[in-house]
């Protein structure tokens, strides 16, 4: 038995397939997602959201939104998505290392929030491409 995952983003559909398994990072932590899964509506980080077709793992990054599961259908929309498969590893260092060139020059609260946030994006998709791991991804 499998899962339907659909993952819109406001232009366009991202994945529309069935898979065997998610992993999917919420606003109040990572869970699993297998067929038979309970029914649930819950927030979606910015985070890594990992797919398993049968042996193989794939990455989505998500740019936060809500996802809603119920009768094996999962739905996330989101206000951005993008297939860890689809992310150019050099453009996405060099994406993370303005980033944080920016926030260290940030001024000002609004500034910083901003520059905070392009970071946490930036490093999200290094992350889909597994270039660093989360853990070597410093501030």
């Known amino acids: 038995m499998n899962l339907n995952l659909r993952v819109l983003t406001p232009n366009r559909v991202v994945w ?80 993370f290392n303005k980033a944080k060139t920016n926030l260290n020059k940030a001024e000002g609260k609004r500034q910083k929030i901003e520059a905070d946030l392009a970071v946490k994006k930036a490093r999200t998709r290094l992350e889909a491409i597994n270039v660093l791991t989360p853990t070597s991804i410093s501030n």
């Open 16 to 95: 529309d397939s069935p898979v065997n398994e998610i992993i999917l990072s919420t606003n109040s932590g990572k869970i699993g997602i297998l067929p038979n899964h309970a029914s649930l509506v819950t927030a979606v980080d910015i985070a890594v959201m990992q797919i398993r077709i049968n042996s193989q793992w794939s990455t989505i990054v998500l740019m936060g939104g809500f996802a809603k599961i119920d009768n094996n259908e999962l739905l996330l929309l989101v206000y951005d998505a993008e297939k860890g498969v689809d992310i150019d590893p050099q453009e996405a260092q060099e994406t």
